[in-house]
């Protein structure tokens, strides 16, 4: 026989006369009864300790244990206490928690673990300003640039200029501009990927444009008398 409830751990240790025996009054053997007897099981029991814990990447946050005995009724509902749990971002990916997801490892234990949902990161980038041109974004670039994804921009150089494309860095690279037919606009493009989010932030921040203000030369000719 068997008994269980979520107060206690019941070992069966034989019979008695007496209803809720326990191991201290159990029958030493049974004998063949001569009438109708009533028998029941004995058991000793152990107070059942339910343990938890709260883990956030494998990072221990909270734990604690309670019962069904001697525990204030308040300390038998799990909650967590701390600081909501966060995920670092990757350069491509931005986490939000999303609550915990128990598991039970054991009959008397529970983990729960943070859970996430996630986003395509964003980048925010830095448009040089510079004398002798415009720099302007492209058609449908908004204030951020996803992971990935391209920021578009032109750069416009002003009269008076060297109309030839100007020397346009990206964290010290050199881009290489599209003319637009019969225009002094040029057309740059800086993929939004890298290494790491730092490559990628000093990419679209680290931007430099330099132009050339148009040089003549001039021959003086000696006048002559005749």
Same mark, same amino acid.
């Not at 751990?9 to 025996?21: L, Q, V």
């Not at 883990?55 to 005995?69: A, C, I, R, T």
């Not at 020397?167 to 290494?195: C, R, W």
């Given at each position: 026989?068997?008994?269980? $409830?979520?107060?206690?751990?019941?070992?069966?240790?034989?019979?008695?006369?007496?209803?809720? !025996? &326990?191991?201290?009054?159990?029958?030493?053997?049974?004998?063949?009864?001569?009438?109708?007897?009533?028998?029941?099981?004995?058991?000793?029991?152990?107070?059942?300790?339910?343990? @938890?814990?709260?883990?956030? $990447?494998?990072?221990?946050?909270?734990?604690?244990?309670y019962?069904?005995? #001697? +525990?204030?009724?308040?300390?038998?509902?799990?909650?967590?206490t701390?600081?909501?749990?966060?995920?670092?971002?990757?350069k $491509?990916?931005?986490? #939000?928690? &999303?609550?915990?997801? !128990?598991?039970?490892?054991?009959?008397?234990?529970?983990?729960?673990?943070?859970?996430?949902? +996630?986003?395509?990161?964003?980048?925010? @980038?830095t448009l040089?300003?510079?004398?002798?041109?415009? /720099?302007?974004?492209?058609?449908?670039?908004?204030?951020?640039?996803?992971?990935?994804?391209?920021?578009?921009? #032109?750069?416009?150089?002003?009269?008076?200029?060297?109309?030839? !494309?100007?020397? /346009?860095?990206?964290?010290?690279?050199?881009?290489?501009?599209?003319?637009?037919?019969?225009?002094?606009t040029?057309?740059?493009?800086?993929? !939004?990927?890298?290494?790491?989010?730092?490559?990628?932030?000093?990419?679209?921040?680290?931007?430099?444009?330099?132009?050339?203000?148009?040089?003549y030369?001039?021959?003086?000719?000696?006048?002559?008398?005749?």
């Amino acid at each position: 026989p068997s008994r269980t $409830d979520k107060k206690y751990e019941y070992t069966f240790e034989g019979w008695s006369y007496a209803p809720d !025996a &326990d191991e201290n009054n159990v029958l030493e053997k049974l004998v063949v009864a001569k009438s109708d007897i009533t028998v029941f099981a004995a058991y000793s029991k152990k107070i059942i300790n339910y343990t @938890y814990k709260f883990v956030n $990447d494998g990072v221990e946050l909270q734990k604690g244990s309670y019962n069904f005995v #001697t +525990s204030p009724e308040e300390n038998t509902v799990v909650k967590y206490t701390g600081e909501t749990p966060e995920r670092a971002s990757t350069k $491509d990916k931005v986490f #939000t928690f &999303d609550g915990w997801k !128990a598991t039970t490892p054991s009959r008397y234990s529970t983990v729960y673990e943070a859970t996430y949902t +996630s986003e395509t990161r964003e980048y925010g @980038y830095t448009l040089p300003t510079v004398g002798g041109a415009t /720099v302007a974004l492209g058609e449908g670039i908004g204030e951020t640039v996803k992971f990935g994804e391209n920021l578009v921009f #032109t750069v416009t150089l002003d009269e008076g200029h060297d109309q030839n !494309a100007p020397v /346009v860095k990206s964290n010290g690279e050199i881009l290489t501009g599209e003319q637009i037919p019969d225009s002094s606009t040029y057309v740059y493009v800086i993929n !939004a990927d890298g290494a790491d989010a730092t490559e990628i932030e000093n990419k679209l921040n680290d931007i430099t444009v330099s132009t050339t203000i148009n040089k003549y030369t001039v021959d003086v000719v000696k006048a002559t008398n005749e």
